[in-house]
Nanobody, 124 residues
Framework: QVRLVESGGGLVQAGDSLRLSCAASGRTFSSFAMAWFRQAPGKEREFVAAIDYDGVNTYHGDSVKGRFTISRDNAKNTVYLQMNSLKPEDTAAYYC?????????????????WGQGTQVTVSS
């Protein structure tokens, strides 16, 4: 049974930075791609970033490219999302997810396990 636990969310001002963490347990973490998605109230779930099993290849959504960076530490079974230059439109619940395979996808349907989410609120 895989378990993903996000942390690091909070209330910040526009222009600030946050780093989200997602700790995984129960399944061989280093064998699977990981991703971050977000969902704001009344909006559809949005792809934020993903990273292949070995951390070599990363993918970022257009709305966060250049501001957010995904990374992973397989020794710590943890994936991170560094968020810089935050904007009010980044306000959402952020979820990490584990992929069915080693190569990341931008599609939520490719992810089999999801965390409970962590709230990020950016004030203007």
């Amino acid at each position: 049974q895989v378990r993903l636990v996000e942390s690091g969310g909070g209330l910040v001002q526009a222009g600030d930075s946050l780093r989200l963490s997602c700790a995984a347990s129960g399944r061989t973490f280093s064998s699977f791609a990981m991703a971050w998605f977000r969902q704001a109230p009344g909006k559809e779930r949005e792809f934020v970033a993903a990273i292949d099993y070995d951390g070599v290849n990363t993918y970022h959504g257009d709305s966060v490219k250049g501001r957010f960076t995904i990374s992973r530490d397989n020794a710590k079974n943890t994936v991170y999302l560094q968020m810089n230059s935050l904007k009010p439109e980044d306000t959402a619940a952020y979820y990490c997810a584990q992929c069915v395979g080693p190569i990341a996808s931008r599609q939520g349907s490719a992810y089999v396990t999801w965390g409970q989410g962590t709230q990020v609120t950016v004030s203007s």
